[in-house]
């Protein structure tokens, strides 16, 4: 059961990664940001891009505890999402946004997937 909540947390940080590779663009536009230079791209490609598949590839590796990584893994990332939905709850307080995507929907695919990755911690090998 660790294994597939790994997994599907994996999954959702390789589809971010290969889409701010491939469409750095479409990904920040629902935020109301432009990646309209080269400089802006490599930025996306490489925060949401590079970082997703890196943290998908950990995960991967951390579903089968490839050399014991499962739990340091698991938890790191969960406390990294943990940490992303901390910054939304600071942004409520001090730029109020209102509508519920995309802050509010992230909010709660942040704070679902480290849950998922903290059960899996839970459950062990």
């Known amino acids: 059961m660790a294994e597939f909540l790994i997994i599907v947390v994996a999954l959702f940080f390789a589809g971010m990664g290969v889409y701010g590779l491939a ?4 990904l920040v536009a629902p ?13 996306v490609r490489a925060v949401y891009g590079g970082f997703g598949v890196a943290v998908a590839g950990l995960l991967f590796f951390a579903a089968f505890d ?10 790191t990332v969960a406390v990294a999402l943990l940490g992303m939905a901390f910054g939304r ?23 679902v997937l480290a ?3 903290l059960s899996a911690a839970a459950l062990g090998s």
């Open 66 to 75: 490839a050399h014991g990584i499962r739990s340091v893994a698991v938890v």
């Open 23 to 26: 469409l750095p663009a479409r």
């Open 31 to 43: 935020f109301g940001l432009t990646a309209d230079s080269a400089t802006a791209r490599a930025e």
């Open 115 to 117: 849950g998922l990755l």
């Open 89 to 111: 709850i600071v942004a409520a307080l001090t730029d109020r946004p209102t509508r519920f995507y995309p802050v509010w929907f992230y909010f709660v695919v942040e704070i």
